[in-house]
């Protein structure tokens, strides 16, 4: 079974292509379900609703979460609600921006 620790490991490999940061630390995960069958559903978002690389950023997901043995199913789940914001971002990346007051 997947854990959600080794499905967020995986998806650091996956960069927002524009920004250059992966899709964890930049926030953009929102949820990982997983069922008894090792299907798994990804909730994530993208810095923008206009975001010009977000079906690149998809098959990026898919292509990385492939790799995991056991898997089976591949969900995603484009969501805007709540929408992006910097305070999502994990803290070394906010720092790396010079953002930690948010």
């Known amino acids: 079974m997947a854990t959600d620790q080794e499905i967020r490991k ?6 927002d292509p524009e920004l250059g ?3 964890v630390d930049l926030g953009l995960i929102y949820e990982i379900i997983t069922d008894k069958l090792n299907n ?3 909730r994530y ?3 923008s609703p206009a975001c010009p690389e977000g079906a690149t950023i998809e098959k990026n997901m898919r292509d990385r979460l492939r790799l995991i043995d056991g898997i089976k199913e591949i969900k995603t789940e484009l969501t805007f609600t709540p929408a992006w914001t910097m ?5 070394e990346l906010r720092a790396e921006f010079g953002l ?3």
């Open 45 to 47: 978002s993208l810095t």
């Open 87 to 91: 305070e999502k971002m994990s803290e």
């Open 100 to 102: 930690l007051g948010i």
């Open 40 to 42: 798994i559903t990804i």
């Open 21 to 23: 940061y992966n899709i």
């Open 10 to 15: 995986a998806l650091k490999d996956v960069k």
